[in-house]
């Protein structure tokens, strides 16, 4: 997904840039890359809430907590109660999370995947040949969608302009360090005084306050 979404961010800039610009295009772009990050978020709330019914923890519980809640809204104003299963599951103030709940959840929000406009295999399946995961009897079977592709970076904007560089006093010459000791210095002695002046008037604000 990291490379995968690359593409549409391009197509995005394409659908905005003079000459080719595209409403339709624009944000069909921006569609796909919130389906895309839907993905990559569900697919870690999924794996923390696994994990944290399998053996509980609560790093693992703040994690899956956390990454739902990054697209929660997101996926509420499409599936309100799809939503709402999952943001029980991982409710925050939990201290256990009871068996089962990793399965309800997960099977809520499958069934939500076609109107997510993500199907089963784009999501995919947590595993980890290090443990033994919980197995759920309701399969995943949304239907399979298509996704456009997305387009090249463009290139980069071709001009005759030079680079212009400006010295610090405005005139034509090269400062160089030396040149610049004395204006060096006197902003120090103005930096350090006005220091001085801020802290003795903190210190008599503090005595008047004090002797009323």
Known sequence: MQTAIVPYFNSGLVAVRDGTYSDSGAMLARDVIYRMWAVTYLRAAYKYLEISERSYS?????????????????????????????????????????????????????????????????????????????????????????????????????????????????????DSDTSNASDTSNASRVFSGGIYMAVFGLVSAWVSISSM
């Not at 499958?110 to 993500?118: M, P, S």
């Not at 995943?140 to 006093?169: Q, R």
């Open 58 to 174: 609560e790093k693992a519980h703040a994690e899956g907590y956390s990454y739902y809640m990054a697209i929660d809204g997101w996926i509420a104003a499409k599936a309100s109660s799809a939503a709402q299963t999952m943001r029980e599951a991982l409710d925050i103030t939990k201290t256990e999370i009871a068996a089962g709940t990793y399965c309800a959840a997960k099977a809520a929000m499958e069934a939500a995947y076609d109107t997510l406009g993500i199907d089963c295999s784009v999501v995919g399946t947590w595993t980890d040949d290090s443990s033994t995961l919980t197995s759920c009897s309701i399969a995943c079977s949304a239907t399979a969608i298509s996704i456009p592709d997305g387009a090249s970076a463009v290139l980069g904007v071709v001009g005759s302009a030079t680079d212009m560089s400006c010295d610090d006093d405005g005139d034509d010459d090269d």
